[in-house]
């Protein structure tokens, strides 16, 4: 048997039925080792972006840049490395790419010598008229590098006519559309900012250990707080920007109407890891409430209870404790698939999903099986783990999915299929039941989703989250879509 070493493309007859989550950045403003620290904070949040990494710092004299593709560890995994990355200043960036193809030029954070000095700039979203704006700024002379839309915030502060860095700034996101949470460095500041309706996440956290009073942490999510030691401080508000320099920490919202917010529900569903806190809410617990309200909304009779690893876990937790049915690890993930494995043959593909799961027959066999995931995106995971399961012994199957039927694709960061491609757009619930192969099929729904996060139920007039992928309701234009601007997966 042939050992190869293979990228994350490459495993994407693994992986093509999942979400993928977006990016994930970091900042730091201390005095000392923001390599370091960044890094931490990036493998922290590798969930977020397996396919490259980068780090920019400036020491006070000049930046330092080292980007690479592959897993943090990976790129940051010689010494040498981070201690060519000097300065007590720095941003960073994990990447999955939802734009652009998966080339080092595409990866982040990207950098640019302006007159006022240099600037790197790393984002995590989706623009949504980055190819309107690419198209205009190429007709205006400039030079695109990457294929990724981050580089249309470089060009816009590069062309604009403001004097000043902030200024600059805040010309360039105030002529973008999309979701973005985004980090930027120049010699005199930290910039963060996310957009008006606050659609990914970014918080702001502060270094208790460090000498300087005024060292401080930008982040996607808290769980890289955690691995640097650091503070949570607050999150940090849609519409909002936030400045770090020398005098402290400064906030500015540009947008005259930045009220209302409409982050992303499916962070709370299954990007975000889940010991993060958003919004002061626990993902963990978010996604417990969620199981529960799975459990009161499509009871079934059952012996087991048996989460699809590992985004499942807590959901059926949850489910486990209100339906009071056992809850057991009867389906095992392996986690080092992805780096080294035998040769993808025809026959390695026609495994599929068993490569990644394998189920734990002591505790499937001759029981009643209720299975939780997360969520359903082309089917063709849930047919193959009820298979398995059915396999394993199990006299019934019954399959509860933590979020409602993903109808929609998304715009907004997360790599989606077409619409066409996804199993809940052409098909309904008991079309997807008889496919998938299992005896029930439910899906929690979208009120019981927000009931899970603490709202009564969803508003219907005014959502209180972004929940485009479930109801078709998108809260950002679509611009470069409706234009036909980009094309469909
Ligand atoms: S469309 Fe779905 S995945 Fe995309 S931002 Fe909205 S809720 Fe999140």
Known sequence: ??????????????????????????????????????????HALQHRGQEASGIVTYDGNQFHTHR???????????PRVIASLPGGMGIGHNRYATTGETQLRNVQPLYGDFEFGGFAVAHNGNL????????????????????????VFIHLIAISLYSNVIDRFIDAIKQVQGAYSLVALSKDMLIAARDPLGVRPLILGKLPYSQDENSWVVASETCALSSMGADFVRDIEPGEVIIIDHDGVRSI???????????????????ARPDSVIENKSVYMARKKIGAELAKESHVEADVVVPVPDSGVPAAIGYAEASNIPFELG????????????????????????????????????????????????????????????????????????????????????????????LAHTHSIDEMCKLIGADSLGFVSADGLYRALQEDKRNNQNPQYCDACFTGDYPIPLTDHDMQLVKSK
């Open 253 to 271: 919202h540009p947008f005259a109407d930045n009220t209302s917010s409409r982050f992303c529900i499916f962070e709370y569903v299954y990007f």
């Open 331 to 422: 389906i095992i993930r392996s986690h080092y698939i992805g780096r080294t494995f035998i040769e993808p043959t025809d026959q390695i593909r026609n495994l599929g999903v068993k490569l990644k799961h394998a189920t734990n027959r002591a505790v499937i066999s001759g029981k009643r099986v209720i299975l939780i995931d997360d969520s359903i995106v082309r089917g063709t995971t849930s047919k193959k783990i009820v298979e398995m399961v059915r396999a394993a012994g199990a006299t019934e199957v019954h399959l509860r999915i933590a979020s409602p039927p993903t109808q929609h694709s998304c715009f907004y960061g997360i790599d989606t299929p077409a619409e066409e491609k996804l």
């Open 128 to 151: 949504t008229n980055a190819q309107l704006l690419k198209q205009s700024l190429v007709r205006r002379g400039c030079l695109f590098q990457s294929s990724t839309d981050s580089e």
């Open 1 to 42: 048997m042939t050992l190869f070493s293979f990228s994350s493309h490459e495993l994407d007859f693994i992986d093509d039925d999942e979400f993928h989550e977006e990016c994930g950045v970091v900042g730091i403003w201390t005095t000392q080792d923001a390599a370091s620290l960044t890094a931490l904070g990036l």
């Open 68 to 78: 690479g593709l592959g897993l943090v560890g990976e790129v940051f995994d010689d």
